[in-house]
């Protein structure tokens, strides 16, 4: 495995991407990343859900991100904050949103965001179904597995 490589967010967010965001409750949403401007994330969601009116402005939060098809895993930390200008409500606006609002002019959207500060990602070498049969060889041949992947800091 090498060890301490380093990816951008470009790299380790491309593509579409469901992420777990963490509270200081220890709770997490499951939420689409609706956007990204630099290390800042973007979702959409409800301003009267529970849990978006007790997070304080400037919280610490933690976005995780796994994508078991890739061997992907990804663990950012950074303070969230929420805005309801709709020029940026618009422009982070997807089609798929309307399953839960009526639009991007609904009262109750709000679009939070997370200014990245830390991250890690693990990535494994390949496919899952691969790994695993790369696994059951080295138990029944005793040889060890030399390509575990790789771990790294995600760049800010």
């Known amino acids: 495995m090498q060890d301490q490589d380093t990816r951008t967010l470009d790299e380790v967010l491309e593509g579409e991407r469901i992420a777990m965001v963490v509270t200081a409750d220890q709770r ?12 800042r994330l973007w979702f959409l969601t409800d301003r009267q859900a529970d849990w978006v009116q007790a997070l304080p ?9 796994s994508d078991p098809k890739d061997s992907l895993y ?26 839960w609002f009526e639009g991007p002019d609904d009262p109750k959207l709000v679009a939070l965001h997370v200014d990245v500060s830390d991250g ?22 005793g040889e060890e597995r030399d390509e575990m992947g790789e771990q790294g800091d995600v760049a800010t």
């Open 28 to 39: 997490a949403r499951p939420m689409s990343i609706a956007g990204r401007d630099g290390d």
């Open 57 to 65: 402005d400037s919280e610490y939060v933690a976005v995780v991100i």
């Open 120 to 141: 890690e990602y693990w990535d494994g070498p390949d496919s899952g179904l691969s790994r695993a049969v790369r696994g059951i060889a080295s138990v029944v041949t």
């Open 74 to 99: 990804v663990s950012l930390t950074g303070q969230a904050g929420f805005t309801d200008e709709r020029d940026v409500i618009e422009r982070l606006w997807a089609e798929p949103m309307e399953a």
